[in-house]
């Protein structure tokens, strides 16, 4: 069975950094993009950045130059370097990979969130 599990959320000043990491778990044949996805308070959930496999990246223009997306393909994991935190950035975040699991057809696989605070 695939999953996704995210960690290192939590709760930070302005102006600060954290560090998410999302691991892939199960029996995988392949990984292709991953991404990471956002839900402020009250709003619906929006994208934040993506990576393909071969390391390519996509970003929101609200992230563009302080966050940085990354990915390690021999661990099945990806990572959301977050730096020069806003309180806007405040939300839970979920980590998103289109994963073709052995034996079956590849799909869309959504971790459970990790929750992101920011304080002015």
């Known amino acids: 069975q695939v999953q996704l599990v995210e960690s290192g959320g939590g709760l930070v000043q302005a102006g600060g950094s954290l560090r998410l990491s999302c691991a892939a778990s199960?029996?995988?044949?392949?990984?292709?993009?991953m991404g990471w996805y956002r839900q402020p308070p009250g709003k619906e959930r929006e994208l934040v950045a993506t990576?393909?496999?071969?390391?390519?990246?996509n970003y929101a223009d609200s992230v563009k130059g302080r966050f940085t997306i990354s990915r390690d393909n021999a661990k099945n994991t990806v990572f959301l370097q977050m730096n020069s935190l806003k309180p806007e950035d405040t939300g839970v975040y979920y980590c998103?990979?289109?994963?073709?699991?052995?034996?079956?057809?590849?799909?869309?696989?959504w971790g459970k969130g990790t929750l992101v605070t920011v304080s002015s």
């Open positions: 199960g029996s995988i044949f392949r990984i292709n993009d």
């Open positions: 990576i393909t496999s071969g390391g390519s990246t």
């Open positions: 998103n990979a289109y994963i073709i699991p052995l034996l079956t057809r590849g799909m869309d696989y």
